[in-house]
């Protein structure tokens, strides 16, 4: 199947799906869409989008359908629940979810898709809402390498870079892992920078310096940056955190791995919720120190 004849679904077109899905058609794939507000498809259908009333319309309508959406739950309700993508998609079709879930039920995904002749590759992406509107997304992908084969020119249309980490569950192993690093590398910026500011030293400067020293990392870059300008402005907001945390929580669990640094940035990020700040940028994990 060539790439200009693969007909492409995508269910979720938030801050980081829409942009996708956008990509999608601007590299020629027919693209069906379903959006629970007709709004959020609306630029994409003045592009050449197709939009329909439920997921299983644009499994019907689609060879491989993408889904971005929030949490295990959403994705199991796409798929699964009535009118779900499972109930339209043929037998030989492909599901990609590009969402970031539990790697338990991920597994559990593809046994009830692979009894009805459908694949699916679990590929959640590392980029935020810049990357995927750059097109430069980190995609690691779990799955049949025969399935990562037949998604490439779809992924290749909004990433720089897919890693196959192995069966299903392993990309999202993977990414629980990632978010698991990432966190705990911006408590520690968060660390440092509160106490270069309480020392009477410029934060913004202290972050400079170690920019160029081993301490260097895209987080601080990213992160340092905007809390040492107090910048708390989305990207991504803090309160999404959670789920992620949640999720590298009952993983350890599952293998009996220890997360000290790990259950220290999940209660910082509590008490962002619990403050109301959880719609900001995760460089407001700052405030937790001050």
């Known amino acids: 199947m060539g790439e200009s004849r693969q007909r492409v679904g995508f269910i979720g077109l938030g801050s ?26 609306a ?55 590009l969402s970031t879930i539990d790697p338990e039920a991920t597994r559990g995904f593809a046994a009830r898709l692979a009894s009805r002749g459908i694949a699916i590759l679990d590929a959640p992406v590392s980029g935020g809402p810049e990357g995927a509107r750059q097109g430069t997304l980190t995609i690691m992908a779990g799955g049949p390498a025969a399935a990562l084969a037949a998604a490439r020119p779809i992924l290749d249309a909004f990433s720089a870079r897919v890693f196959h980490m ?35 030293v410029d934060p913004g400067a202290v972050r400079e310096v170690m920019l160029q020293a081993m301490a260097s990392s895209r987080v601080l870059d990213r992160f340092g940056e905007n809390m040492a300008a107090r910048n708390f402005t989305p990207g991504i907001p803090a309160r999404l955190y959670r789920k992620d945390l949640q999720i590298v929580r009952e993983c350890a669990d599952r293998v009996g791995a220890a997360l000290p640094g790990g259950d220290v940035v999940r209660a910082n990020i509590a008490k962002l919720l619990e403050a109301g700040r959880g719609d900001e940028d995760l460089a407001v994990l700052i405030t937790t120190l001050e």
């Open 16 to 41: 980081m799906g829409g942009p996708l899905a956008g990509h999608l058609l601007a590299h020629g794939f027919p693209v069906t869409v379903y959006a629970r507000r007709p709004d959020a498809a």
């Open 43 to 97: 630029g994409l259908v003045a592009a050449g989008a197709t939009a329909v009333s439920c997921p299983r319309e644009v499994g019907a309508n689609s060879d491989v359908v993408c889904t971005m959406v929030t949490g295990t739950d959403d994705v199991e309700q796409v798929l699964f629940g009535p009118d779900g993508v499972a109930s339209g998609l043929r037998p030989g079709g492909l599901v990609v979810d």
């Open 166 to 200: 192995g069966d299903a569950g392993a990309g999202q192993v993977t990414k629980a892992c990632h978010q698991l690093l990432l966190l705990i590398t911006a408590e520690g910026v968060a660390e440092s920078l509160a106490l270069a500011s309480k020392a009477g």
